[in-house]
């Protein structure tokens, strides 16, 4: 569980932006989304699909 303690003299602002950061390097919205609602077989391939293309365009273009 994520938590963020507010400092003495800070701002709520700056308190929920530290919360968002460490939310966000959690992995808590990608397994949020993920698990929003049911996912076909069919639908999880064309996702793994689409992931496996991306991976293959990043490593093409750190070659260069």
Do not use: C
């Not at 919360?19 to 929003?36: E, Y």
Request: aromatic share 4%; hydrophobic share 25%; proline share 2%.
């Amino acid at each position: 569980m994520t938590q963020v303690v507010l400092g003495e003299n800070e701002g709520i602002d700056s308190a929920l932006r530290r919360f968002k950061r460490k939310v966000s390097r959690a992995g808590i919205f990608q397994d949020m989304r993920k698990n929003r609602h049911f996912e076909t077989p069919l639908e999880k391939q064309k996702r793994k699909a689409v992931s496996r293309q991306r991976q293959r365009r990043q490593q093409r273009s750190r070659r260069k």
